[in-house]
């Protein structure tokens, strides 16, 4: 794909221009519950894991070295199909901190489609040409991207790649559309005060590096350009915490004997990924301030790629011995490969890093006509040390997360309703 030079020139020009904006206070608050939303017993998620003592034993006793901390939401119909939720809760804590890996990039690919609806471009949409720019130490160009059919890069093949296959390359490239400052500001006006998105993910750079996001330029399909955007420096001070993990860590071949700093780098808690996801499968449960700004195009395009196979997928055309069915499916599946039912479907953003192990997933059975939400992380480092590559993903995380969404599952088929779901907002077109 060939773009004149004189457009590659524009987006240099403007990378050397860093956009700047005045502070503005935001108010703290934890959770903004919706209008049906109700707490359950503490106690019901412990009960129901004592019950099954082959799965959970060493779970329950040491759920806080593990870190263990899970929600379960119960969803209820009402005679119109509305929904209302309540929440169990075991050992959550927003307090302490979780590096929260790949489920970072389900708020940043929601905000990059909102994003696009803000700019209000003639002609600009998810799937316009947007060629990255470099304009700074650690910034990188994409000119072509050879996953999609006619070879350019644009926003919605990003964020299909960051639902199918959690790709790294996809999130840095959002991140650096919506620049550090727009993320934060937008997730701390919603309601999510205490989160902190701040670095690109699978890129050693720094802090002032990941200030600075690439200039980008959307194009149409004539290769005109519909809309360039500066590079982006983010002048503001991140959310302060003291957050640390692990008694010990290495630093390339040195073994450092303290915990690990982890207060320059991404933070969001478990309660909040779990309304962000509840904000934009049921938009009008939750207050107007925390639904993003999306059409109704967009909330049918995440959720087929949320909930959607990677051998499903056209472009890019997955190898299934690589990316099976439950890729990335945590709860329920575990790491268990091979062909899966077509009458469940999850809806879900997961992630793993550091020893950590997040799932964050709402459950469809069309079959069996049940829905529930469940969230859940834990830390897979028994010997807690970092960067050693010595994680229990496979031996700890893994089967409590299929143990835990089987269980969980088994209840809710087993549940009464007073009304049965009408499901059929989730029942979607799939690639093939």
């Not at 993910?201 to 005109?224: C, M, S, W």
């Amino acid at each position: 794909m060939k773009f004149s030079l004189l457009c590659l020139l524009i987006i240099m020009l403007f990378g050397f221009v860093a956009l700047r904006r005045n502070d503005s206070p935001h108010l703290f608050t934890k959770h903004l519950p919706g209008p049906a939303d109700d707490s359950g017993d503490d106690k019901f998620l412990e009960s129901l894991m004592k019950k099954y003592p082959q799965y959970f034993d060493s779970i329950l006793q040491k759920r806080d070295s593990f870190k263990v901390q899970i929600i379960y939401t119960q969803i209820n119909r009402d005679a119109s199909n509305n929904p209302s939720f309540k929440y169990f809760y075991f050992n959550v804590n927003a307090d302490k901190y979780f590096y929260p890996a790949s489920t970072v990039k389900l708020p940043v690919a929601l905000l990059a489609l909102q994003k696009l609806n803000e700019l209000r471009r003639p002609g600009l949409t998810k799937n316009s040409s947007m060629i990255t720019g470099k304009a700074y130490s650690g910034q990188t160009m994409v000119l072509n991207d050879p996953t999609t059919p006619d070879g350019r890069p644009n926003i919605a093949q990003y964020v299909k790649k960051i639902f199918l296959v959690s790709d790294n390359d996809a999130f840095n490239r959002l991140y650096e559309f919506l620049g550090q400052e727009y993320i934060n500001e937008r997730l701390h006006k919603m309601g999510y005060p205490d989160v902190r998105i701040v670095h690109r993910l699978q890129i050693p750079l720094t802090e002032d590096e990941n200030r600075h996001t690439n200039p980008v330029g959307f194009y149409n399909a004539k290769n005109k350009l519909i809309y360039a955007q500066p590079m982006q420096f983010n002048q503001r001070p991140y959310v302060v915490s003291y957050d640390s993990v692990a008694k010990a860590y290495y630093s390339g071949e040195k073994f450092i004997d303290h915990a690990m700093d982890f207060s320059k780098k991404n933070k969001i808690s478990l309660q909040d990924l779990t309304n962000i996801l509840r904000s934009v499968l049921f938009p009008a449960s939750v207050p107007a301030k925390q639904r993003f700004k999306l059409k109704e195009e967009d909330y049918n395009f995440v959720y087929q790629y949320m909930s959607q196979f990677p051998g499903e997928t056209k472009y890019p055309a997955y190898d299934t011995a690589n990316y099976w069915d439950a890729y990335g499916k945590f709860l329920y599946y575990g790491s268990e490969k091979g062909e899966l039912p077509k009458s469940i479907r999850i809806f879900n953003k997961e992630g793993d890093a550091y020893g950590f192990l997040h799932d964050i997933s709402y459950f469809v059975d069309f079959d069996k006509h049940i829905e529930f939400m469940l969230s859940a992380s834990i830390y897979c480092n028994r010997d807690e040390i970092e960067n050693d590559d010595k994680y229990d993903y496979d031996s700890l995380g893994l089967p409590f997360f299929k143990n835990l969404g089987r269980v969980i599952y088994d209840y809710e088929t087993k549940r009464k309703r007073a009304h049965i779901p009408g499901l059929a907002k989730f029942r979607l077109k799939y690639d093939k």
